[in-house]
Nanobody, 126 residues
Framework: VQLVESGGGSVQAGGSLRLSCAAS????????MGWFRQAPGKEREIVAV??????????SDDVKGRFTISRDNAENTVTVYLQMNSLKPEDTAVYSC??????????????????WGQGTQVTVFS
């Protein structure tokens, strides 16, 4: 099983980044998937969630209207994207994708989602 993130980097405030998470090794097309982030000295928090088919989404208040989650349920690899626009310095964090069959696990982090990526750093400078 692999969840591999890419697309992180450094960007000036107001800019955009697109994160990708390629998930393979399970039938991830049937899994809830989401993006978490953790900033230095802060607890991990959910950013966005996608239902198995991408029709249902959730966003934290901090990113609503600026971030968009989407997914491509290809046969062997499911890719989940996080389009991040109008980035702010407070968006600086390590972003990780997660997957679970239980919605609440991804939506709240409880229970802890079963599958995680390794994380990708996003740095927004002013």
């Amino acid at each position: 099983v692999q969840l591999v993130e890419s697309g992180g980097g450094s960007v000036q405030a107001g800019g955009s980044l697109r994160l990708s998470c390629a998930a393979s090794g399970r039938t991830f097309s049937t899994y809830i998937m989401g993006w978490f982030r953790q900033a230095p000295g802060k607890e991990r928090e959910i950013v966005a969630v996608s239902s198995w088919d991408g029709e249902g989404t959730y966003y934290s208040d901090d990113v609503k209207g600026r971030f968009t989650i989407s997914r491509d349920n290809a046969e062997n690899t499911v890719t989940v994207y996080l389009q991040m626009n109008s980035l702010k310095p407070e968006d600086t964090a390590v972003y990780s994708c997660a997957a679970d069959r239980i919605y609440s696990a991804v939506r709240t982090g409880t229970p802890v989602p079963v599958y995680w990526g390794q994380g990708t750093q996003v740095t927004v400078f002013s």
